[in-house]
């Protein structure tokens, strides 16, 4: 697929996960005003398939309505965060806890918030709020979520013990915590009690398959443990998936070296160096739009180096932070389309290339793009008209002319 300046063929992290988490359904209302209840609910619609922009202009109409309701500030919040925004954050989760100090989720944010930005001290406290509000009765998933990521505050504090205790403490109350089974995982790892690691990788896989990060550690510790042939799949699995993972390229690479398949090895081995490189640079952009959150540019950069790596969930919420800047800007709405064209969804890509011809009808590529989505679907005509109507638009286009000649030629 084509665009005319860069091709970024990739989800809001933050955003509805810890509503859902707490048990908050973002579905439901404010009830302050009825009038704010459409565009609350547009708003969560907007939220969910990554629209920035959108989502905060309807919030904007809903707080007119609803100033003072706990479950917008904490969307707000989650907004602003997503936008790397974090002072407009905090200041929407503070307005959170003044309305409602019990609603569940807001303090977490809170602490989330902090968390993020390494002021770890100040996330624990605001955990800890997390937890009072939930009290004993919380629902287990919950309140394991929670302290888990208390245990995790403990280990970027480097105080290992308290880690422990609270990553346990998270599975006695829910033995299939994923996060709190990997994180006990990497600490026994760092303790060199690998078998016991080993363990409580599988478990967290278990728990989330779809988490590449839990199969990477049972790969990594079964070639540790002396099992490179069990290690192979596991580590395999991962470095096609994410070719920018240094750890995966590295232990896939030693662990074919271990089974004699040294040409292979050497593959992976030597894309280490140049992985290295991508995150420096992945480093400095990270700190730059934290820095910048309001420069589009930034957050295009930043964009284009998790696509170079593969996170392409973190390339989807750098292109629609960029998006939520540049609510206009064709490119990025071809990028986030390819990019969900990129991903196999392509029900998102149409929706996606269909709104950007509304906007502007004469865009060449983005007709392009669509008659090969239409292709890939199986809808020749309207492929070939799409087609058609790109080089109607941009007469002579090779690309256009090339997808219609195979269409003739019957390939």
């Known amino acids: 697929m084509r665009r005319d300046t ?3 063929p990739t989800g809001l ?26 565009f609350v609910e547009a708003m969560f619609a907007a939220m ?27 969307a707000r919040g989650d907004l602003y965060s997503a936008l790397r925004r974090y002072d407009a954050a905090k200041e929407a989760y503070e307005a959170a806890v003044a309305a409602d100090s019990r609603f569940p989720g807001a303090w977490y944010q809170l602490g989330q918030n902090a968390f993020l930005q390494r002021r770890y001290r100040e996330a624990l406290g605001y955990y800890r709020k997390e937890q009072d509000v939930l009290g004993a009765g919380a629902d287990p998933a919950s309140a394991a979520a929670i302290e888990a990521q208390i245990g995790r505050t403990y280990a970027m504090l480097g105080v290992p013990d308290s880690a422990r205790v609270s990553y346990t403490t998270a599975l006695a109350s829910d033995s299939t915590q994923a996060s709190a089974h990997a994180w ?11 078998p016991e ?37 596991y580590l395999n699995v991962v470095a096609q998936r994410l070719p920018g993972h240094e750890g995966a390229a590295f232990n896939l690479g030693r662990a074919l070296q271990a089974l004699g398949r040294e040409g292979e090895a050497k593959v992976y081995l030597d894309r280490v160096e140049q992985i290295q490189a991508l995150q420096q640079q992945a480093v400095v952009a990270e700190r730059a739009v934290e820095t910048y959150p309001g420069e589009p540019q930034r957050w295009i950069d930043l964009a284009g180096l998790m696509m170079q790596m593969g996170y392409f969930d973190r390339a989807e919420t750098a ?3 960029a998006q939520a800047l540049r609510p206009r800007d064709l490119s990025l709405q071809s990028d986030l389309a390819n990019l969900a064209f990129t991903r196999g969804d392509t029900t998102a890509a149409l929706q996606r290339f269909q709104t ?18 239409y292709a890939v679907s199986g809808d020749v005509a309207s492929a070939r008209k799409a087609w058609e109507t790109a080089l109607r638009h941009k007469p002579g286009d090779p690309d256009a002319t090339a997808y219609l000649n195979q269409l003739k030629s019957g390939q």
């Not at 398939?49 to 706990?70: C, F, I, Q, T, V």
């Not at 006990?184 to 690998?194: I, N, P, T």
């Not at 967290?204 to 049972?218: K, T």
């Open 6 to 8: 860069i091709l970024l």
């Open 13 to 38: 992290g933050l955003i509805v996960a810890t509503l859902l988490m707490t048990g908050c359904s973002p579905a439901a209302p404010p009830a302050d005003d009825p009038r704010a209840v459409p």
């Open 48 to 74: 969910r398939r990554g629209d920035l922009n959108g989502a905060l202009a309807l919030s904007d109409s809903a707080a007119r309505y609803a100033p003072r309701n706990a479950e917008l500030a904490v």
């Open 184 to 194: 006990l995982s990497e600490l026994l790892e760092s303790e060199g009690r690998l």
């Open 197 to 233: 690691a080993l363990h409580h990788a599988r478990l967290a896989l278990q728990a989330n398959p779809r988490e590449l990060e839990n199969g990477y550690r049972v790969g990594a510790l079964l070639f540790q443990t002396g099992k490179p042939q069990e290690a192979l799949p």
């Open 319 to 321: 292109l629609n932070a």
């Open 356 to 373: 950007l011809l509304r906007m502007d009808s004469t865009y060449a590529d983005g007709w392009l793009n669509l008659g090969i989505v």
